[in-house]
C-alpha cells in the first residue's frame, strides 16, 4: 500500500533551524516533493527530489534517501512567516502515470 | 504569468443540495487536478484529467460527484447531492508538460450544514 508519515506539529524560534522528517511507502515511487501551506491558502511548491541527496534552495533545503523511504526538510533562519504546514508528496508511478501522494502535513509554529 | 483560477471561494449549502465549482488553469497546462483537502489532512487526489481526457479518477465518488474538462481547458466539479463529510476545501491543480511541479489555485472553501 502507500503511507506517508510526517510529525503532525512541531515548534521553533525565530533565527533557529529546524528539520522536519517524512517517511514514506509506495510501489512505484518517482519523486518526493516538499509544499509550504499557510492557513486558508493553497499549498505552493518548495522543493522537488529524485535522486538520493541534498537540494539546496535558499533557507530550504530537501534531503532524500530513497533506499530508507526517508526525506527531511530543513529550514534555516526561521522566520515568522514560515509558521505554515509543510506536506510531504510522493509520486507514485502507478498503471502507466504519476499521480501525488500528499502527508497529513506538519504544521510549524516559530515564535519569537 | 496568471496562475489558477478557481471559483467561487467559499460556499456555503445544506445537505442534499448540488453544488459546481469552477477551475481555469495555468494558459498551456495540459493536466489539471481537483483534490480534496479535509481540514487537518493533506490533499486528496479526486480526478486528474490529460487535456479533456481522465486519467485517474480511482478515488472519486461517482455516486454523487462528477467532473469535467471540455475543450481540453477549464474543469468544473459538481457534488450532487451533497453531504455533511464533503465539507473541506476543493484544490484545483494544473501542470505543465515540461515540468513535474503542480501548481495550486486558493481553492473553494465548502462548508455542508
Known amino acids: 500500500g502507500q503511507n506517508i508519515d510526517q510529525p503532525t506539529e512541531m515548534t521553533a524560534t525565530e533565527g533557529a533551524i529546524v528539520q522536519i522528517n517524512c517517511t514514506y511507502q509506495?510501489?512505484?515511487?518517482?519523486?518526493l516533493f516538499w509544499y509550504q501551506q499557510h492557513a486558508g491558502e493553497a499549498p505552493t511548491f518548495l522543493s522537488y527530489?529524485?535522486?538520493?541527496g541534498l537540494e539546496e534552495k535558499g533557507r530550504f533545503s530537501s534531503f532524500l534517501s530513497r533506499s530508507k523511504g526517508y526525506s527531511y526538510l530543513l529550514l534555516k533562519e526561521l522566520q515568522m512567516k514560515d509558521s505554515a504546514s509543510y506536506l510531504c508528496?510522493?509520486?507514485?508511478?502507478?498503471?502507466?502515470?504519476?499521480?501525488?501522494?500528499f502527508g497529513a502535513g506538519t504544521r510549524l509554529a516559530v515564535h519569537p | 504569468e496568471a496562475g489558477v483560477a478557481q471559483s467561487p471561494r467559499y460556499k456555503i449549502i445544506e445537505k442534499r443540495q448540488s453544488v459546481a465549482f469552477w477551475c481555469n488553469p495555468i494558459?498551456?497546462?495540459?493536466?489539471l487536478y481537483w483534490y480534496q483537502q479535509i481540514l487537518g489532512q493533506g490533499p486528496k487526489l479526486l480526478i486528474q484529467?490529460?487535456?479533456?481526457?481522465?486519467?485517474?479518477d480511482s478515488q472519486l465518488p461517482k455516486d454523487r460527484f462528477s467532473a469535467e474538462r471540455l475543450k481540453g481547458v477549464d474543469s468544473t466539479l459538481k457534488i450532487q447531492p451533497a453531504k455533511l463529510e464533503d465539507s473541506a476545501v476543493y484544490l484545483c491543480?494544473?501542470?505543465?508538460?515540461?515540468?513535474?511541479?503542480?501548481?495550486f489555485g486558493p481553492g473553494t472553501r465548502l462548508t455542508v450544514l
Open positions: 508528496a510522493v509520486r507514485d508511478y502507478d498503471r502507466g502515470y504519476n499521480k501525488l501522494i
Open positions: 491543480a494544473s501542470e505543465p508538460e515540461t515540468t513535474d511541479t503542480q501548481y
Open positions: 527530489n529524485v535522486l538520493d
Open positions: 509506495t510501489s512505484g515511487f518517482n519523486g
Open positions: 494558459s498551456g497546462h495540459a493536466t
Open positions: 484529467f490529460q487535456n479533456n481526457g481522465v486519467v485517474d
